[in-house]
């Protein structure tokens, strides 16, 4: 025969409406005449507690008349560990990721972190400064070159633009990589 609700919260140093959400969700077996068994509803309980509460909702002594006590359940690792991550694996990755945001924070306050799609920006950028420059160039000079070595200024203005434009298509075939 099992316990009242009223009766394991007050067992268990809880309040009854946290046991019936407990048995509502699932988190407590509850048995078929509607009362609880205290050694099955402990383990579940436990099973399915954060470690770092479980000291908070520990069952507290209650003080009767003398009543053998209950053995300790043993706490089963199986079924958490069947039905995927145990909560100490989740909490260990939750932690690990929290350590690396951090990280990046400092690093980022460090300046010592570039974001990508900026710099990407940047170099697309100055890039394009430096073609319009190179594009620009042989209009500039041709005339001047051309005056030195004492041919027509236009066939030099078309050799030169002819050869910066074939370098520049080299150059246009390097791709930054940011990783």
Known sequence: MGLSVREYARRRGVSHTAV???????????EPDGTIDPVKADAAWDAQTDPGR???????PVIEAPVSPAPTPQRET????????????????????????????????????????RA??????????????WITWPARVAGQMAAEIGIDPHVMQTLLEAHVHAHLDELAAIEPNFR
């Open 20 to 30: 019936r959400k407990a048995v509502q969700t699932g988190r407590i077996p509850q």
């Open 54 to 60: 479980r000291a908070a909702s520990a069952p507290k």
């Open 78 to 117: 199986a079924p958490a560990a069947a039905a995927g991550a145990t909560f100490a694996q989740a909490r260990t990755a939750h932690e690990v990721a929290k350590a690396q945001k951090a990280r990046i924070q400092v690093d980022r306050l460090k300046e010592e972190v570039v974001d990508r799609a």
């Open 120 to 133: 990407t920006a940047l170099v697309f950028k100055l890039a394009r400064q430096e073609r319009d420059a």
